[in-house]
C-alpha cells in the first residue's frame, strides 16, 4: 500500500527509508532534495519507534514486533507507530543500498509525516496502556475529538482503520 522499490529517484520524489540504531532500525520519511549516484539528500522525519521498543525489551510484545524494529517496511511500520514514538527533523544524506530506500506516493508519505506530527501515537497509547475505566474513557473521548479535527481525509480514515483494529472506538 505504503511502498515501491524506485526505478529511477527523482528530486521531489516521496521516500520511506530505515537507518541503523542499535540493535533496532529507525524510519525516516521524507522528500528527495537531491541525488548523486547512490547517494540522495532527504528532507523530513527521522522516527524512533521507541515505545514498541520498550514492549519488546519487558517482553510484552511478539517475534512480529522485534521483526517490525529490525527491518520496518512502509507496510508495517504503522504497527510500530501505535505507541509512543520520538522524532526529529531529517536532513542528511543517504545511501540507496544501505538504508533500504523505498519510494512512496505523496498520499502515503503525508499520511505517515500527519501521523506523527498530530501525536497520534501518544494519543493510541494512552488509551492502550490505561486499565478499563473513567481515565481510559476520557482518553478515548480526547482521541476521538482529535480524529473528528483531522483535516487530511486519509490520515483520518486511516487512524479510523487503525483504531478499529485495535478495538477502541466505541
Known amino acids: 500500500m505504503f511502498g515501491r522499490k524506485p526505478k529511477q529517484l527523482q528530486e521531489g520524489s516521496y521516500v520511506f527509508a530505515t537507518k541503523p540504531d542499535g540493535q533496532y532500525t529507525n524510519v525516516i520519511v521524507g522528500a528527495v532534495t537531491g541525488i548523486d549516484g547512490d547517494k ?3 528532507s523530513g522525519l527521522i522516527i524512533n519507534m521507541a515505545g514498541l521498543k520498550n514492549k519488546v525489551s519487558q517482553g510484552k510484545a511478539g517475534p512480529r514486533s522485534e521483526e ?3 527491518n520496518p517496511t512502509p507496510e ?3 504497527l510500530g507507530l501505535v505507541y509512543r514514538t520520538e522524532h526529529d527533523t531529517f536532513n542528511d544524506t543517504l ?3 544501505e538504508n533500504n530506500v523505498v519510494e512512496m506516493s505523496e498520499k502515503s508519505f503525508y499520511v505517515l509525516d500527519g501521523w506523527i506530527r498530530e501525536s497520534l501515537p501518544e494519543l493510541i497509547n494512552n488509551v492502550l496502556s490505561l486499565p478499563e475505566g473513567a481515565e481510559r474513557d476520557q482518553a478515548k ?4 475529538q482529535r480524529m473528528d479535527t483531522l483535516y487530511d481525509k ?5 487512524l479510523y482503520s487503525v483504531c478499529r483494529s485495535l478495538k477502541i472506538l466505541n
Open 40 to 42: 540522495i539528500g532527504v
Open 76 to 78: 508495517s511500520c504503522i
Open 68 to 70: 517490525i524494529l529490525k
Open 154 to 158: 486519509n490520515l483520518k480514515q486511516n
Open 141 to 144: 473521548r480526547i482521541l476521538k
Open 95 to 97: 545511501n540507496v543500498k
